[in-house]
């Protein structure tokens, strides 16, 4: 913990955390109709082979999906396995790698669609990598943003302000979708209605910029197709330097071991009320990268500044 | 002649009713438990019933800019699961939106609603083609008595504010869509 400065400013590193939630079987059909035809295939013929799910992109035979015993068998037919946790993973492995120089270590993750045993996991990676009582599992962005508006972290006087904030979750156009798809899409919704409401004294850090990274799908566009978009939005509320994409982002390599082994890389999985999923405490191996589509978006990661200089 | 057309009519009849039961097995595999959350999911459903929040739920947003409200009516088809257990919410999500919900209930076919809270970036009429008439519409059920839910959405916003009047078909078998991801409903402007 750092000590409070002569000016009496705390600075907060946030993880945020979206659902990720199994679309089943139609929706594999329409994103994968190839992967899935084989692997219905391959579970009558026995085989083994690789069905990396809905929001992954591709099967690496030589990643982390080869994964404990049964693992890759597991892939053909639960399009949770290895997308369930990919959020979380980032998150985890946003608090190890982009929290340095902050006071204090957030992390917010709507905690809709998980089970018990799959919350714990989030819980004991929060609390071996966020600082302690800094883990929020929540259910509305309305509550987010109570979070993020805090002027001061609890028993301390000094002002709170905000250095970075990593934004993993499904994106949409103009929508970071915290719930998509899920029971409670409308309420985990945000939108340039929600960035309204974010309190800039947060972001002033006082001769530094603060900086907000989304690695959701599209956020650097508008539904119209203009770049900009909610980060834009974002940058213009809260004064804060916006990084994100146009297309889409791929998670693809968040169990990606490379040369080593699922057991030596510490991959594990969380067997709990008829899921199974990969997980591992430390969280992802490696970090988001960007997708091709839609192709007609531009390409790279974009950066957004207050008043529109891009 | 008259057998001819007696079987023909028994064919095309046999086809219909294994169209309109596939409609209705499809809708069934789709829906997902919703575990751990449903009770607290549930019980927020029934307090909005019984508080009488089934209709628009405005946001309490300030709006620095322009502020216009528009009547929006949606026309649904495709399958609506029937059941006293089984509601029915829609929500709208937009930049503009000053609101999120603009019915829960049991499902029905046809919704009004008048002046809903937009704040718009630019003053005048919308139309298709601007950024602020564009939204996403969602549409979940949820049985209250199986602690399941489904929904209906797209991966692509569109200009339903322009629009107002839209026809919405629920679609049992997900689509590409416009931007090569996945929708659940096609949404056209009512005529």
């Not at chain 2, 839910?149 to 797209?154: D, E, K, L, R, Y």
Request: proline letters at 5%.
């Amino acid at each position: 913990m750092g000590e409070e400065t002569q000016c009496c400013i705390l600075k907060d590193y946030i993880s945020i955390v979206g659902t990720s939630q199994d679309f089943g079987l139609l929706y594999s059909l329409v994103q994968h109709p190839r992967q899935l035809a084989r692997a219905a295939l391959n579970n009558l013929s026995g085989a083994e082979q690789i069905f990396s799910g809905g929001m992954m992109a591709s099967g690496n035979p030589n990643s982390g999906y080869r994964v404990i015993e049964d693992g890759a068998a597991q892939m053909d037919r639960n399009t949770d396995y290895a997308n369930k946790m990919m959020f979380a993973a980032q998150g985890v492995r946003g608090l190890r790698v982009n929290s340095g120089g902050a006071d204090f270590k957030t992390l917010i993750y709507f905690n809709t669609g998980y089970t018990t045993q799959q919350r714990a996991a989030i819980e004991t990676a929060g609390a071996r990598y966020a600082s302690p009582g800094r883990t929020f599992g929540i259910s509305a962005t309305s509550r987010l943003i109570q979070l993020i508006n805090e002027p001061h972290f609890p028993g301390r006087s000094c002002d709170r302000r905000i250095a970075r904030i990593d934004i993993y979750t499904h994106g949409l156009p103009d929508d970071l979708a915290f719930g998509y798809e899920g029971p409670l899409a409308a309420q985990q919704s945000f939108t340039a209605t929600h960035t309204a409401q974010l309190d800039p004294e947060r972001f002033d850090l006082v001769g530094r910029e603060a900086t907000i990274y989304s690695w959701g799908c599209r956020t650097a566009i508008t539904s119209g197709g203009s770049t900009g978009g909610l980060a834009q939005s974002l940058a213009d509320t809260t004064g804060a330097t916006v990084y994100a994409f146009a297309r889409r982002t791929n998670f693809s390599q968040t169990w990606n071991t490379g040369s080593r082994s699922a057991e030596d890389a510490g991959l594990n999985e969380i067997v709990s009320d008829g899921s199974r999923v990969l997980w591992h405490p430390a969280g992802a191996m490696r970090g988001v990268v960007e997708g091709n589509t839609p192709s007609e978006n531009p390409p790279g990661r974009f950066t957004f500044r207050p008043g529109g200089d891009e | 002649m008259k057998r001819r057309f007696a079987l023909g009519l028994a064919g095309l009849g046999l086809l219909a009713g294994l169209w309109f039961f596939s409609e209705r097995i499809l809708f069934a595999m789709n829906w997902t438990n919703m575990g751990l959350d449903g009770a607290e999911i549930i019980a927020g459903l029934r307090a909005d019933l019984a508080a009488g929040r089934t209709g628009i739920v405005v946001s309490d947003l300030p709006c620095v800019k322009d502020r216009v409200a528009l009547d929006l009516s949606v026309n649904l088809t495709g399958h609506l699961p029937r059941g006293e257990q089984v509601i029915m919410r829609i929500s709208v999500t937009g930049p503009q939106a000053m609101f999120d919900q603009i019915y829960l209930g049991p499902p029905v076919p046809v919704i009004r609603v008048d002046a809903t809270p937009l704040c718009l970036t630019q003053t005048g009429p919308l139309a298709d083609t601007d950024e602020e008439a564009f939204a996403y519409l969602n549409i979940s059920f949820y049985d209250l008595e199986e602690n399941q839910f489904q929904s209906f959405g797209s991966e692509d916003a569109d200009p339903i504010f322009a629009w107002q009047d839209i026809n919405v078909e629920l679609l049992e078998r997900p689509e590409k869509s416009r931007s090569q991801g996945v929708t659940r409903l096609k949404i056209t402007p009512a005529m």
